[in-house]
């Protein structure tokens, strides 16, 4: 009996449990080159992007003004600048991006990283994309209606004037972009040290953790004005055993962990939104 019990102390201190685990973060903006960033101030990010290659964030205005150092001028132009908001606006969705990391993490060595969707080009919103989206944004009653762009309008290369163009062409007057970066980890916890033992396959040794982060822009279609940025964020986990987890069961898990970030960006687009609505009618 001792026997066993110092087989299974040993087992459980050592053995199949992963080593070197991924931080559990979404992709940062700097490393991946994110348009909207996700680690820093939409904007300012774009602005870098656009530097580098041209692409999502800015329009051909700011393009044309590429390695002038900006003035105080163009500054307050910019924060002078006021359009108003339309009303019973329609309003369209547009992914930017959704960029998936994938980690496996073993027992001995660095995890082993897989990348899917790492480029940037306008894509219509799912329909969960946009059901997830409508049932906080139509509570604000800002929103006549909440769709998306049809793929045949959408351009193969776009920046934010053809992503406009497209929304209108959909008739839509405001246009929401946004992105995502989600990282997916998966390792063995102690509990897996006892998988040579007939009875370990049974324990939940295998963790998969997924991260999200999603960051948005509402845009007028008309004037290209940004009303509001918003971000979101959300974290998913789930333990199973060899004989219980399923590439299925971690699907959803990933699905569901967008989802929920997601709708956390509707929710604080929602509050900017209300904030700038009571600020505007307190100036009144």
């Known amino acids: 009996m001792r026997g066993v019990l110092v087989v299974l102390s040993l087992l459980a201190v050592s053995g ?3 080593g070197r685990v991924a931080r559990e973060e979404a992709p940062s903006g700097d490393q991946d080159k994110c348009v909207f960033g996700l680690d820093k101030d939409p904007m300012e990010s774009a602005k870098q992007q656009a530097t580098r290659e041209k692409g999502f964030g800015l329009d051909h205005a700011v393009l044309d003004n590429e390695g002038r150092p900006v003035t105080d001028e163009e500054v307050g132009r910019l924060l002078d600048w006021r359009v108003a908001f339309p009303k019973n606006a329609r309003l369209a969705l547009l992914e930017a991006r959704s960029l998936r990391e994938y980690y496996r993490c073993g027992v001995f060595g660095e995890p082993e990283r897989t990348v899917e969707g790492s480029d940037w080009s306008a894509r219509p919103a799912t329909p969960e994309d946009v ?8 509570a604000s009653h800002l929103f006549e209606s909440i769709s998306t762009v049809p793929a045949i309008f959408l351009p193969a290369r776009a920046d934010l004037g053809r992503c406009r163009y497209a929304a209108a062409r959909a008739n839509a007057d405001l246009v929401l972009i946004y992105a995502k970066a989600t990282r997916e980890i998966r390792y063995h916890n102690r509990a897996a040290n006892f998988y040579p033992l007939i ?5 939940p040794g295998e963790e998969t953790v997924v991260v999200t982060r999603v960051e948005g822009a509402l845009v007028d279609a008309r ?5 509001a940025v918003a971000q979101g964020s ?4 789930d333990s199973s055993s060899p004989l219980a987890s399923s590439d299925e069961g971690r699907r ?8 929920e970030a997601l709708i956390e960006l509707a929710r604080n687009l929602r509050a900017e ?5 009571s600020r ?3 100036q009144k």
């Open 16 to 18: 199949c449990s992963s």
């Open 131 to 138: 059901k997830a989206v409508k049932d906080d944004l139509t």
């Open 199 to 203: 009875i370990g396959l049974l324990l």
């Open 223 to 227: 004037t290209g004005r940004v009303f």
């Open 234 to 237: 959300s974290r998913g986990q």
């Open 252 to 259: 959803i898990l990933l699905d569901g962990t967008e989802r």
């Open 273 to 277: 939104l209300d904030a700038q609505a």
């Open 280 to 282: 505007d009618q307190q």
